[in-house]
């Protein structure tokens, strides 16, 4: 079956640091990749997404890739802000019906 | 403005109780979902909708039972409530059924037994 690994949080940075969130997966056939971020107290949105092989996904500063590969889709942003505290949920889609696997989840707390 | 909301967004009852959960979208989407966040919020797809017609069912226990009575709505109904049942259920659209379409999701139903 389907199952997406991620990097156990929380995750503490300073304002300004490099993030990185490492997200690997099992699939069936070729699935859709997407990386949620969920804010205290609310539903999930959509950060970024990739929906084959090599793409990249990017929005807001964040970035990932596609690597089939390695099957993995890490997070990376560049330089993070303190509004950027929150968790952080990669995902995969396969097959009909678009049903999301979800890794743990991954909290990152930015420090000023 | 709100694409998919929910009601209530908080729900605290009593074991054994029966409750019904809303959601609507307004974003003209085909295919509707339930998930389940829980306390380590972990999250699992419950159901899934596509124009009414339900496409995915998960191992969920059968006092669950989704309705949609129009692809703008599906609704969630708790017979016999149990304090396992206490978790943040979350309802979400998306455009169609394809995997390579992301989902919307509404702010959650923070859902208390006691």
């Known amino acids: 079956g389907n199952s997406v690994t991620q990097m156990e949080g929380p995750v503490t940075l300073s304002e300004e640091a490099f993030l990185t969130i490492n997200c690997t997966y099992t699939?069936?056939?070729?699935?859709?990749l997407f990386w949620y971020v969920q804010y205290p107290g609310e539903g999930l949105q959509l950060l970024l997404k990739?929906?084959?092989?090599?793409d990249k996904g990017s929005n807001k500063g964040f970035e990932a890739t596609y690597r089939k590969e390695t099957t993995s889709f890490h997070l990376e942003k560049g330089s993070v802000q303190v509004s950027d505290s929150a968790v952080y949920f990669c995902?995969?889609?396969?097959?009909?019906?678009?049903?999301?696997?979800f890794g743990t989840g991954t909290q990152l707390k930015v420090e000023l | 403005d709100t694409a998919v909301s929910q009601t209530p967004k908080y729900l605290v009852t009593q074991m054994g109780n029966d409750k019904s959960i809303k959601c609507e979208q307004n974003?003209?989407?085909?295919?509707m979902y339930w998930y389940k966040q829980d306390s380590k919020k972990f999250l699992k797809i419950m159901f899934s909708?596509?124009?009414?017609?339900?496409?995915i069912n998960e191992t969920v226990p059968n006092r669950f039972s989704p309705k949609s009575p129009d692809k703008a709505h599906l609704n969630l109904h708790i017979n016999s409530l149990e304090l396992g049942d206490s978790a943040v259920y979350f309802c979400?659209?998306?455009?169609?059924?394809?995997?390579?379409?992301?989902?919307?999701f509404g702010d959650g139903t923070r859902l208390s037994i006691l």
């Open positions: 990739a929906t084959k092989a090599d």
């Open positions: 995902a995969l889609s396969s097959g009909g019906g678009n049903k999301l696997t």
């Open positions: 909708y596509n124009n009414k017609e339900l496409i």
């Open positions: 699939a069936t056939g070729y699935p859709s």
């Open positions: 974003l003209g989407h085909d295919t």
């Open positions: 979400a659209s998306s455009l169609d059924r394809s995997s390579n379409q992301p989902q919307h």
